[in-house]
């Protein structure tokens, strides 16, 4: 049966290519995109929501919530890139009220998000990455009692060239042929990674959380 999955972030590395992954699926049938920006471009499966503030959902998303099977949620953000409410506000809140809209009008739903290596769900990181990381996936996985999945990347090398955001992943890119040798655990391409959110709308993961080994696993079993 085919589904209609709600992709956010698909303006960034990872969601914009998990974007093109479900326009060309044939197990797809309709993409609804939500976010601050527009992608820029149209598709006979794809329908389009915009909002300058994420949390203010749109009343015509809204209407379609109850037809959304999926949501892979692919927004981020760059730790010390914006003030630490505003992280905490991207990180959790997002991902949250989105998905709080989703059940409410679909409780058999599912959702994917895009975390990261070290997410702490003990919440008593002194990173607040971690402790964000965590108290998200805590918070959606209560929520969503068995059809949640987290996705937990190491470094992810990005396919595309782009301008790396600060010194650390100007580092980090130039160290990757270095961090692809050291095993399985430390890094995974921005592909790989939008091929394994993507895949767990077709094929249900084993587990609800993928770490970055786990991840390169199961796009290639």
């Known amino acids: 049966m085919s589904k209609t999955v709600l992709i956010t972030g698909a303006t960034g590395m990872v969601g914009s290519h998990v974007l093109k992954l479900a326009l060309a699926s044939d197990q797809v049938s309709k993409v609804i995109v939500y976010g601050r920006s527009s992608v820029d471009f149209k598709h006979e499966k794809m329908e389009e929501y915009l909002s300058p503030i ?37 990180t959790v809140d997002y991902p ?42 805590n918070l959606l996985s209560t929520m969503y009692a068995g059809t949640f999945y987290t996705f937990r990347p190491g470094y992810i090398y990005p396919v595309e060239k782009r301008v790396e955001p600060n010194f650390s992943y100007k580092l980090s890119r130039s160290l990757y042929p270095l961090l692809k040798h050291l095993g399985p655990k430390f890094s995974i391409t921005s592909h790989q990674l939008a091929e394994g959110i993507f895949t767990s709308v077709v094929r249900t993961p084993e587990q609800e959380i993928l770490e970055n080994h786990e991840i390169l696993n199961y796009i290639h079993s």
């Open 96 to 137: 949250v009220e989105l998905a709080r809209k989703h059940l409410e009008a679909n409780p058999k739903g599912s959702f994917s998000l895009l975390s990261g290596q070290g997410a702490d769900r003990s919440e008593k990181s002194r990173m607040m990455f971690a402790e964000d990381k965590g108290a998200a996936e």
């Open 54 to 90: 994420f949390t203010q959902f749109p009343v015509d998303l809204l209407a379609h919530m109850g037809d959304v099977d999926h949501i892979l949620f692919c927004v981020g953000v760059y730790t010390g890139a914006v003030p630490r409410d505003l992280f905490r506000e991207i």
